[in-house]
T-cell receptor, first 114, second 113 residues
Framework: DQQVKQNSPSLSVQEGRISILNCDYTNSMFDYFLWYKKYPAEGPTFLISISSIKDKNEDGRFTVFLNKSAKHLSLHIVPSQPGDSAVYFC?????????????FGQGTRLTINP | NAGVTQTPKFQVLKTGQSMTLQCAQD?????MYWYRQDPGMGLRLIYY???????DKGEVPNGYNVSRLNKREFSLRLESAAPSQTSVYFCASRGLADYNEQFFGPGTRLTVL
C-alpha cells in the first residue's frame, strides 16, 4: 500500500524552463510534506517543506504547492539549471507521538538538458 | 562538523553471514533512523530511535536488529544476510528543533550473494 506516490519515474526539461514534479498521497492524516534531492552515491538532502496549514511555500527557485482536497503536492523549479539534475523524493509525515517518521515516494529522476 | 557518517561505504556478503552497519551523528540529535533504498521503491523505514534508549520497528524490520548505543550512535545488524537484503542503506537523524527534517548520511551499498 503506497501511501505516497510519484507517478513519473523520470522527467526531462530544457535548461531555463520550469520543472514540475508531482506527488500524490492517500493518508489524510499527513500534515507535513517535504522534498528531498538526491545525487548519485550521496544521501538525500532536504530541499523544501510545507505544512498542511499552508498551500504554498517558496524558497528561491523552488516552490512547493499543496492541494489538500486533491491530496496532491507539486514542486516547481524556475528556472531549471543543469545542477538540478538529480532524483527528487517527496515525503510525508503525520502525528506519531514525536517519532516524526517519514513516508517516501518512489522518486522522480529529473534531467535538465542544456 | 561531519553531520551523519556511515561505515562501511560498500560491503559484499555471502548468504548467511552477519554484519553491522555503523552510523554516527555529531549534531546532538535526539532521533535516528535506518532506511533502505531499492529501485522503484523509494526509501523505506527499517527501524528508528525517537530518543536515546528507545527503538521501534518501521515499515520493513524483518531480518534486522538495531542498537542505540548512545545519543550519537545507531547501528543496524543483519544476523543472517539474504539476497533480498541487497540494497543501499541510509542512516538519518533529526533534532528536536528540526520539524520533520531529517539529515541523511552518504549510505552503505550492500550486496548479498
Amino acid at each position: 500500500d503506497q501511501q505516497v506516490k510519484q507517478n513519473s519515474p523520470s522527467l526531462s526539461v530544457q535548461e531555463g524552463r520550469i520543472s514540475i514534479l508531482n506527488c500524490d498521497y492517500t493518508n489524510s492524516m499527513f500534515d507535513y510534506f517535504l522534498w528531498y534531492k538526491k545525487y548519485p552515491a550521496e544521501g538525500p538532502t532536504f530541499l523544501i517543506s510545507i505544512s498542511s496549514i499552508k498551500d504554498k511555500n517558496e524558497d528561491g527557485r523552488f516552490t512547493v504547492f499543496l492541494n489538500k482536497s486533491a491530496k496532491h503536492l507539486s514542486l516547481h523549479i524556475v528556472p531549471s539549471q543543469p545542477g538540478d539534475s538529480a532524483v527528487y523524493f517527496c515525503a510525508a509525515s503525520g502525528p506519531d507521538q514525536g517519532a516524526q517518521k517519514l513516508v517516501f515516494g518512489q522518486g522522480t529522476r529529473l534531467t535538465i538538458n542544456p | 562538523n561531519a553531520g551523519v557518517t556511515q561505515t562501511p561505504k560498500f560491503q559484499v556478503l555471502k548468504t548467511g553471514q552477519s554484519m553491522t552497519l555503523q552510523c554516527a551523528q555529531d549534531m546532538n540529535h535526539n532521533s535516528m533512523y535506518w532506511y533502505r533504498q531499492d529501485p522503484g521503491m523509494g526509501l523505506r523505514l527499517i527501524y528508528y530511535s525517537a530518543s536515546e534508549g528507545t527503538t521501534d520497528k518501521g515499515e520493513v524490520p524483518n531480518g534486522y536488529n538495531v542498537s542505540r548505543l548512545n545519543k550519537r550512535e545507531f547501528s543496524l545488524r543483519l544476523e543472517s544476510a539474504a539476497p533480498s537484503q541487497t540494497s543501499v542503506y541510509f542512516c538519518a537523524s533529526r533534532g528536536l528543533a528540526d520539524y520533520n527534517e531529517q539529515f541523511f548520511g552518504p549510505g552503505t551499498r550492500l550486496t548479498v550473494l
